[in-house]
């Protein structure tokens, strides 16, 4: 859990409390405290408030938050470092192609 162990982090860091973060974020507490334990998924407009409310780099939490979306599909795969290989081959050859921008 890469993603919500960093925005605890970020959030003692910055010394706020859950209910400041969930009040930024116009939502319930419990639900803030859901997200914090991992029990609730968080939305991808919601990663770009935190990173803003906590002055971190939005990419480098998009990529936390998007490397946990990534685990939770093929983490418990018996060959997920295949999957992945296969995921970073298609990526290349979608770059080589020009299609990336």
């Known amino acids: 859990m890469l993603f919500v162990d960093k925005i605890r982090q ?3 860091e910055k010394q706020l409390l859950q209910r400041q973060v969930s009040a930024f974020l116009e939502m319930d507490n ?3 405290c859901k997200i914090e ?3 609730r998924p968080v939305k991808r407009e919601q990663v770009k408030l935190l990173a803003k409310l906590f ?3 939005e ?9 946990d979306k990534v685990y939770e599909i093929v983490g418990q795969e018996k060959d997920a ?3 992945l290989n296969v995921v970073q081959d298609n990526i290349d050859e979608y770059k080589k192609n020009k299609y990336y921008e």
């Open 10 to 12: 970020l959030r003692e």
């Open 30 to 32: 419990a639900l803030y």
């Open 37 to 39: 334990r991992g029990d």
């Open 55 to 57: 002055d971190f780099d």
């Open 59 to 67: 990419s480098e939490l998009l990529k936390l938050w998007l490397a």
């Open 81 to 83: 470092n295949g999957i």
